[in-house]
């Protein structure tokens, strides 16, 4: 089967790093992406380097219009997706509960919650035999937060991450009889811009004297589980949590 994974913030961090795995593994790449034209487009450089058809598409995956475009704008450049990551994710700035405003929990919750749950719609009418496909792959990467809460940081980005979970493993029960895996990975403190959303850039190297391995991750370690998850190596797994929390 051709493989064609479509990656929804591959422009920086864990996303690029799966983008770049993908490439040596012989899919066909979307790289979607939100604004960033210049970080997407040298992603796309470094994996076509690599020998892979690949694309880049910028699309709030917020927003459902926008994930059919993508999804369209991948049928016509690569065929159909077979493998979803569904990576993308925001979190606010540091914050008690008792500080946020609405807007910042619905965007919160619009990223990293609907924007999940619409590509694997848009995908699942892809890969399902019910519509007339051969089966697929989904990753979500969820976070260790997920299970430890965040409390005084970012509880809303926390309980997103709780509904990925949830949301995993109904999937993956709802899809098992058709051909189509759903997994997750939760990372723990991985050395990312995103930290810079939260307000605090550094946030992984003061804080690496908690982790129990002493040491932050890389996002390449994530995104080689991620790989995993989606190969035939994990041809038994779905429904299943692999945690990249150095302990956490
Ligand atoms: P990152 O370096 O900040 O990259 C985020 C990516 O998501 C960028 O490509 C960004 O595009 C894209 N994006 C953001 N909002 C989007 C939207 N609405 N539509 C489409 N694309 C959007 O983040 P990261 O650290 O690699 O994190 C990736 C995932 O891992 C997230 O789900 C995050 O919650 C999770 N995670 C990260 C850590 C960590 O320590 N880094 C830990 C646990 C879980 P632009 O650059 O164009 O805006």
């Known amino acids: 089967m051709d493989k064609v994974i479509v990656i929804t913030g591959g422009s920086r961090g864990i996303g690029a790093a799966t ?6 593994q012989g899919y066909r790449i979307c790289i979607n992406y939100l604004a960033d034209d210049a970080a997407a487009h040298e992603v796309l450089a470094q994996v076509r380097a690599l020998g892979a058809q690949a694309i880049a598409v910028r699309a709030d995956v917020s927003d459902e219009e926008e994930i059919v475009r993508l999804f369209i704008e991948v049928d016509e450049q690569l065929g159909p997706v077979t493998a979803l990551v569904n990576n ?11 500080e946020l405003s609405e807007l910042r929990i619905m965007h919160t919750l619009k990223t ?3 924007g999940p749950i619409l590509c694997a719609k848009h995908a699942v009418l892809r890969m399902s035999p019910r519509y007339g496909g051969q089966g697929g792959n989904i990753v979500n990467v969820s976070s260790v937060a997920s299970r430890l809460g965040s409390p005084g940081e970012y509880v809303d980005y926390a309980a997103s991450k709780g509904a990925v979970d949830t949301f995993t493993l109904g999937l993956s029960k709802e899809l098992a009889g058709e051909g189509i895996r759903v997994n997750a990975v939760r990372p723990g403190y991985i050395f990312t811009d995103f930290h810079a959303l939260s307000g605090d850039p550094g946030r992984v190297s003061k804080l690496e004297p908690i982790i129990p391995m002493g040491r932050g991750g890389r996002p390449e370690e994530v995104a080689e589980a991620i ?5 035939d190596k994990a041809s038994y797994t779905t429904g299943t949590f692999l945690d990249l929390g150095g302990g956490r």
Do not use: E
């Not at 983008?19 to 040596?24: N, T, W």
């Not at 993308?88 to 008792?98: F, I, P, Q």
């Open 227 to 231: 790989i995993w998850l989606l190969s």
């Open 88 to 98: 993308a994710g925001t979190v606010g700035l540091k914050s008690r509960v008792d």
């Open 19 to 24: 983008a770049v795995l993908a490439a040596q």
């Open 112 to 114: 990293n919650v609907l």
